[in-house]
């Protein structure tokens, strides 16, 4: 998440009364999970195994829970409990705002766009030229949404992402502060739900198009041209390339690529990444010759083992 005005590192350490190291006018431009990072960025990190990640991504300043030293060029600031830090400013730049009226009078709407009655349209939302937003759609704050898209009932764009810290004796939820992005000549059917980032864009890309009851975690980007049938599910912070088609019940999980013009036939679980241009099939989903190729010789085990149990008996009553 970009903040809307760069904000100086003495007023960050303030917000959360902590301890820091580097210039107080130190600038910050964004808050982002150690996924998103970009220059510019604050980002937290609260174990040892991430230590080195964090100080040596792209993030200029690091809240941490312990004294290290400086990386040059960049900021620390010291926190007992980073999370709960980062979770202050999350909250203090990106507070929720209640909605008072469907249609937000901060939603910017292009000309010749229908939103039917009974759809939520949040705040600071953008919807761009000729589009159909159908009844009982719901679209969260800070979304943006291009021209010629169309969104049938019941869809919700922009919910929170499933992204928790476990605790011993509790859950913490990570507060979502990014958005959803939806380009231009998208359609997305009914009672499909495609979760914001945590801190970055979850973007549906030009010309794709969805089936009813689709799921979108969050931070994932799906290319241009993707055609997606009913009940799939994609996990958060996955890329799915240009001209991917996946059909009905395809299961993907988190932080894979699926590489431009591959197809997932129906019923298939991915669990690694996959090349572009092939078929696959299968849970684990494999390139579906070797998957039929494995299926025909599995229908072929029951006459198999009658075989060899036969032969075994044959060979028994010779001796």
Same mark, same amino acid.
């Given at each position: 998440?970009?903040?809307?005005?760069?904000?100086?590192?003495?007023?960050?350490?303030?917000?959360?009364?902590?301890?820091?190291?580097?210039?107080?006018?130190?600038?910050?431009? $964004?808050?982002?999970?150690?996924?998103?990072?970009?220059?510019?960025?604050? /980002?937290?990190?609260?174990?040892?195994?991430?230590?080195?990640?964090?100080?040596?991504?792209?993030?200029?300043?690091?809240?941490?829970?312990?004294?290290?030293?400086?990386?040059?060029?960049?900021?620390?600031?010291?926190?007992?409990? !980073?999370?709960?830090?980062?979770?202050?400013?999350?909250?203090?730049?990106?507070?929720?705002?209640?909605?008072?009226? !469907?249609?937000?009078?901060?939603?910017?709407?292009?000309?010749?766009? @229908?939103?039917? !009655? $009974?759809?939520?349209?949040?705040?600071?939302?953008?919807?761009?030229?000729?589009?159909?937003?159908?009844?009982?759609?719901?679209?969260?704050?800070?979304?943006?949404?291009?021209?010629?898209?169309?969104?049938?009932?019941?869809?919700?764009?922009?919910?929170?992402?499933?992204?928790?810290?476990?605790?011993?004796?509790?859950?913490?939820?990570?507060?979502?502060?990014?958005?959803? =992005?939806?380009?231009?000549?998208?359609?997305?059917?009914?009672?499909?739900? =495609?979760?914001?980032?945590?801190? $970055?864009?979850?973007?549906?890309?030009?010309?794709?198009?969805?089936?009813?009851?689709?799921?979108?975690?969050?931070?994932?980007?799906?290319?241009?041209?993707?055609?997606?049938?009913?009940?799939?599910?994609?996990?958060?912070? /996955?890329?799915?390339?240009?001209?991917?088609?996946?059909?009905?019940?395809?299961?993907?999980?988190?932080?894979?690529?699926?590489? *431009?013009?591959?197809?997932?036939?129906?019923?298939?679980? @991915?669990?690694?990444?996959?090349?572009?241009?092939?078929?696959?099939?299968?849970?684990?989903?494999?390139?579906?010759?070797?998957?039929?190729?494995?299926?025909?010789?599995?229908?072929?085990?029951?006459?198999?083992?009658? *075989?060899? *149990?036969?032969?075994?008996?044959?060979?028994?009553?010779?001796?």
């Amino acid at each position: 998440m970009k903040l809307s005005t760069p904000t100086q590192l003495k007023d960050i350490a303030s917000i959360i009364n902590a301890e820091y190291v580097g210039e107080p006018d130190f600038p910050v431009s $964004g808050i982002n999970e150690i996924h998103m990072v970009e220059p510019g960025d604050i /980002t937290f990190v609260d174990h040892p195994k991430y230590y080195d990640k964090a100080l040596s991504s792209k993030a200029d300043i690091i809240i941490i829970n312990k004294k290290v030293d400086c990386p040059k060029g960049k900021a620390l600031i010291f926190s007992d409990d !980073p999370f709960s830090d980062y979770m202050k400013l999350v909250k203090k730049f990106r507070p929720f705002e209640a909605a008072s009226k !469907p249609i937000s009078n901060s939603a910017i709407i292009g000309e010749g766009t @229908v939103v039917q !009655p $009974g759809a939520f349209i949040g705040n600071h939302v953008k919807i761009g030229k000729n589009c159909l937003i159908h009844a009982n759609v719901s679209i969260y704050d800070h979304c943006e949404i291009g021209d010629n898209v169309i969104i049938h009932s019941g869809t919700v764009i922009g919910a929170d992402a499933f992204y928790f810290q476990k605790r011993k004796d509790k859950t913490l939820k990570f507060e979502s502060c990014g958005r959803v =992005i939806i380009k231009d000549n998208v359609e997305i059917g009914a009672c499909c739900t =495609i979760d914001k980032g945590v801190s $970055g864009d979850t973007v549906i890309d030009e010309y794709t198009k969805f089936d009813n009851h689709i799921q979108i975690g969050h931070d994932t980007y799906i290319g241009k041209r993707c055609l997606f049938a009913s009940a799939v599910l994609v996990a958060g912070v /996955t890329r799915i390339e240009d001209d991917v088609i996946l059909w009905g019940q395809v299961v993907i999980n988190k932080d894979l690529v699926i590489g *431009k013009g591959a197809q997932i036939l129906a019923i298939s679980a @991915v669990d690694k990444n996959m090349e572009g241009n092939k078929t696959y099939f299968g849970a684990p989903a494999i390139e579906v010759r070797q998957k039929w190729r494995e299926m025909v010789a599995i229908k072929q085990l029951p006459d198999l083992i009658k *075989k060899v *149990k036969l032969l075994s008996k044959q060979m028994a009553e010779r001796k």
